[in-house]
């Protein structure tokens, strides 16, 4: 982790707006809107043109996200915070009236769409995830692509994946299922802005190299690319060239690809039992090519929770995590 994400708001230097952006999950153009128009701005001033933000500071900003993900306007949120921080700070109120005075304000009533302010259960993450997680539930397109991107660059694809992205997906996921047919558009949301931050961060595609290039598809009938996408980005960052062919792609398109691209490695992504097809694993993976006498055959990796659980001979063993499914192939890569 940075060192700005472990730096105490409290200490004698403060945050810089960025680390603040980057602790809230909004862009540092919003939190310079909100000091400019409600006077949320850090309470004392340092020299020079930077601005420091203090842990009272801070607090502020993070009840004012939490007012306006109820629905609350932002005027009101800014008045609510304000009030409610010199509360602290108010020693004749005590107890009852003090929690009373600064409790949330009742939710809007519902108006036909979610309201996604009831925040999601990420448990012990990385300070990332609570930022990302709540621009998604925003719908903050310009604070997405920010966090994204400087998560991706800060800690490389892998970590970011596994450890920042991969945990908020999946507590969004968590959300939905809990709420119905809610929060959906959350995560199609976050799900498109992470497909694009995957593209931008990849290098150009690799020089290709016909004894080493990797087939990469979902099985028929499976529609979960995303983390094909991820798998794409860190072999191309890592020079492997990639063949990516997405979701549901037909048995026989993939046969014929296959042929026609003589992969090293050919990955299969399953994410359910009823989407991993055994046979046709077993099947790519007996495909020969070339001159006789020395003809080639593809590595199958099966990919994805939908294989779990079975082993088949002529298969390479399942990686289990986007780690070592990177280490996998490049393993395969002729020297």
Not at 80 to 104: H, I, N, T, W
Not at 192 to 198: I, N, T
Request: aromatic fraction near 4%; charged fraction near 25%; charge should be positive.
């Amino acid at each position: 982790m940075s060192s700005s994400d472990d730096a105490d708001p409290g200490g004698a230097a403060g945050l810089t707006t960025g680390e603040v952006a980057r602790r809230l999950g909004v862009a540092p153009t919003t939190i310079r809107s909100w000091d400019r128009r409600y006077g949320l701005g850090p309470e004392a001033h340092t020299g020079g043109r930077h601005r420091r933000w203090r842990s009272a500071d801070v607090a502020r900003l993070e009840r004012m996200c939490a007012l306006t993900a109820t629905g609350l306007p932002p005027a009101e949120a800014a008045r609510l915070a304000r009030e409610e921080m010199s509360l602290r700070d108010d020693e004749p109120l005590k107890g009852d009236e003090v929690r009373r005075r600064a409790a949330p304000p009742p939710r809007p009533a519902a108006r036909g769409h979610s309201q996604a302010g009831s925040g999601l259960r990420l448990g012990s993450v990385r300070q990332e995830c609570k930022g990302v997680a709540r621009a998604a539930l925003r719908l903050d397109a310009t604070a997405l692509q920010q966090l994204l991107a400087g998560t991706i660059e800060e800690h490389g694809l892998v970590a970011a994946w596994t450890e920042v992205i991969m945990p908020t997906l999946q507590a969004v996921g968590r959300k939905w299922e809990s709420s119905g047919e809610r929060y959906v558009e959350v995560e199609h949301f976050l799900s498109w802005h992470v497909s694009g931050a995957l593209r931008r961060s990849a290098p150009p595609d690799a020089a290709d190299r016909p004894d080493a290039v990797t087939l990469l598809a979902c099985v028929p009938g499976e529609n979960h690319t995303l983390p094909l996408e991820v798998l794409a980005a860190a072999l191309a960052e890592r020079g492997v060239p990639v063949r990516m062919f997405g979701g549901a792609v037909p048995a026989e398109s993939l046969v014929a690809a296959v042929r026609r691209t003589g992969p090293s490695a050919v990955c299969l992504w399953a994410q359910s039992r009823t989407t991993a097809s055994w046979p046709l694993a077993q099947y790519v993976s007996a495909m020969e090519w070339g001159m006789r006498g020395a003809r080639r055959r593809p590595a199958v990796l099966t990919l994805g929770p939908g294989w779990a659980g079975r082993t088949v001979p002529g298969l390479l063993p399942r990686p289990t995590g986007l780690a070592e499914a990177v280490a996998a192939v490049e393993s395969l890569m002729p020297g």
